[in-house]
Nanobody, 116 residues
C-alpha cells in the first residue's frame, strides 16, 4: 500500500526558509518520478515541482523557480523541497504526489504559512 507522509511545514516570516520532506513507502520509490503540489485557501491545487527517478532532471512552476529546490534520496525513500525567500503567497498546504499509471497518490499535506 502506497503511503506518503509529508513533514516540515510551519510558520515562517517573509524571506525565510523551510525544508519539507515526504517519506514514501509501499512501492519501489526509485522507479518513479515525484512531485510537489500546493493548495492555498480558496484556490485549486497547483503543481509546484517534479523530479525524475534519478534526480538528474527537475522542473519548477514559474512562481517558485530559483527559490525552491526539489531533491530526492532513493536510499531513504524520501523526496525533499527546500524553500527559500518565502513570500506570503507561498502560504498553502503542500502535498507530495506519486503517479502510478492512471492512479495518483497523495500525502496528507503539511501546512506552510508565511506571515510577519
Amino acid at each position: 500500500q502506497v503511503q506518503l507522509v509529508e513533514s516540515g511545514g510551519g510558520l515562517v516570516q517573509p524571506g525565510g526558509s523551510l525544508s519539507l520532506s515526504c517519506a514514501a513507502s509501499g512501492f519501489t520509490f526509485g522507479s518513479y518520478p515525484m512531485s510537489w503540489y500546493r493548495q492555498a485557501p480558496g484556490k485549486e491545487r497547483e503543481w509546484v515541482t517534479s523530479i525524475t527517478t534519478t534526480g538528474y532532471s527537475t522542473g519548477y512552476a514559474d512562481a517558485v523557480k530559483f527559490r525552491f529546490t526539489i531533491s530526492r534520496d532513493n536510499a531513504k525513500n524520501t523526496v525533499y523541497l527546500q524553500m527559500n525567500s518565502l513570500k506570503p503567497e507561498d502560504t498553502a498546504v503542500y502535498y507530495c504526489k506519486l503517479s502510478i499509471g492512471k492512479n495518483d497518490n497523495w500525502g496528507q499535506g503539511t501546512q506552510v504559512t508565511v506571515s510577519a
